[in-house]
């Protein structure tokens, strides 16, 4: 059973850097790796998935550019570098995952696998 833990957040200023990782129990060759968010009283989103390494990466339009996905498969672990952070990112984030290919669409299906969240927040 695959199982999913993030590190990372905290707060910082708008503008600031956080990186997160997510620690998988086992290994994740196989699986589209990805994280979301859900900020307070929003939907959960979908901001970045990775397949293997990159190219096969996914980025919504509103992180392109100042979030990179990648992962140590090695390892097992999935990282989020994100770079000039907003105030209204602020939100929980989460790493997922699930037993199929993705590249540039992202998740064809939603995840089945979860991580509990990690806050990130952003000051003003």
């Known amino acids: 059973q695959l199982d999913l833990a993030e590190i990372g957040g905290g707060s910082v200023q708008a503008g600031g850097s956080l990186k997160l990782s997510c620690v998988a129990s086992t290994y994740t060759g196989g699986y589209c790796m990805g994280w979301f968010r859900q900020a307070p009283g929003k939907q959960r989103e979908a901001i970045a998935a990775i397949y293997g390494i990159s190219p096969n990466t996914y980025y919504a339009d509103s992180v392109k550019g100042r979030f990179t996905i990648s992962q140590d498969i090695a390892n097992s672990t999935l990282y989020l570098q994100i770079n000039n952070l907003k105030p209204e990112e602020t939100a929980v984030y989460y790493c997922?995952?699930?037993?199929?290919?993705?590249?540039?669409?992202?998740?064809?299906?939603?995840?089945?696998?979860w991580g509990q969240g990690t806050q990130v927040t952003v000051s003003s």
């Open positions: 997922a995952a699930a037993r199929i290919f993705c590249s540039s669409g992202g998740f064809s299906r939603h995840p089945t696998i």
